[in-house]
């Protein structure tokens, strides 16, 4: 496995063409991989801004190629502005009982009934507080349980959207926020699953990736 991280430049007119579609950026970001979708296996991907800098996370299981992306949408003639490297290691040495911030970009959704036939449609979640109980109530078949301080959960929700589009003729509508917090490993081998295949649906559109990093 790999983890990627793209340095992406807002001012260039191709970039503003990526970040303003999930579509056109998940068709970039699967542009990175020589290897039919047989071979490539799940790609997860995300948008990050952190401290004024815009990046593009990547988990896949072949190393990407970024030469393409950054000529469209980064700083071409820079090497220091992605960086991709081996996932493996980290994941082996997942613990229970390990403490991480981590941040995830999800679709908080839920299957309505919309026929009596059994027909079902995918319908968003709303609210701060819908959206923060569905990550709640999935944490522990992720493999964590998040933290609390002073008896309630450590997330924040933050950057809540609902694109619109159309796919092959017909209209899509994708919620999307984003969680940040602190969790506890409770269950290593489902968090890793998790890491590498990614959370909830809409994961083609930037959703479901879900990264760790050292507590500050």
Not at 118 to 139: I, M, N, S
Request: with cysteine; net charge positive; charged share 25%.
């Amino acid at each position: 496995m790999h983890l990627s991280r793209v340095q992406i430049n807002p001012q260039r007119r191709g970039a503003r063409k990526l970040l303003g579609s999930s579509q056109a950026m998940h068709a970039a970001v699967l542009a990175c991989f020589p290897q039919p979708a047989d071979e490539r296996g799940r790609v997860l991907w995300r948008i990050d801004q952190d401290r004024g800098r815009t990046w593009l996370y990547v988990v896949s299981e072949p190393r990407p190629g970024f030469s393409s992306l950054t000529e469209q949408a980064g700083w071409p003639d820079l090497n220091d502005t992605w960086d991709s490297r081996d996932y493996s290691g980290f994941l082996n040495r997942l613990e229970d009982g390990q403490r991480w911030a981590f941040r995830m970009t999800a679709n908080p959704s839920h299957s309505v009934r919309i026929r009596e036939g059994g027909e079902t449609k995918r319908v968003g979640h709303v609210t701060v507080t819908q959206q923060r109980q569905w990550f709640l109530d999935r944490a522990e078949k992720w493999g964590f349980i998040v933290a609390e301080h002073e008896g309630r959960a450590e997330v924040v929700v933050h950057d809540r959207l609902v694109e619109r589009f159309q796919r092959q003729g017909k209209p899509v509508t994708v919620s999307k926020a984003t969680f940040d917090g602190i969790l506890i490993v409770n269950n290593p081998e489902a968090l890793c699953r998790t890491l590498t295949e990614g959370a909830g649906a809409a994961k083609a559109y930037g959703c479901g990736l879900l990264t760790l990093a050292p507590p500050r």
